[in-house]
């Protein structure tokens, strides 16, 4: 079993900037793929971000490149997310997943692991 728990939601106000964290446990992390989601009132769930911790590649929903950023500290087994110059079509709930070998990272059904999600809502 996995545990994700994700971290650092809250109300901000547009063009500001929140930093969410995803801490795992149950496993040793370095060769999982580690995502985040969003899914908004109404809405269906979408990809944001996803980072593979062996080898540092990244990918970004083009909605969100320029302004958010992944990372991951491996001997935390946490993976963040910095969000600047938010907007108030930002605002959902942020989900956490993570999947041993995922080939398509922008493909929600592929994640094996989902954490309970954290909410972002910014102000406009």
């Known amino acids: 079993q996995v545990l994700l728990v994700e971290s650092g939601g809250g109300l901000v106000q547009a063009g500001g900037s929140l930093r969410l964290s995803c801490a795992a446990s149950g496993r040793t992390f370095s060769m999982y793929v580690m995502a985040w989601f969003r899914q908004a009132p109404g809405k269906e769930r979408e990809f944001v971000a996803a980072i593979r911790w062996s080898g540092g590649y990244t990918y970004y929903a083009d909605s969100v490149k320029g302004r958010f950023t992944i990372s991951r500290d491996n001997a935390k087994n946490t993976v963040y997310l910095q969000m600047d110059s938010l907007k108030p079509d930002d605002t959902a709930v942020y989900y956490c997943?993570?999947?041993?070998?995922?080939?398509?990272?922008?493909?929600?059904?592929?994640?094996?692991?989902w954490g309970q999600g954290t909410q972002v809502t910014v102000s406009s």
């Open positions: 997943a993570a999947d041993p070998d995922l080939v398509v990272l922008s493909a929600q059904s592929g994640y094996r692991y």
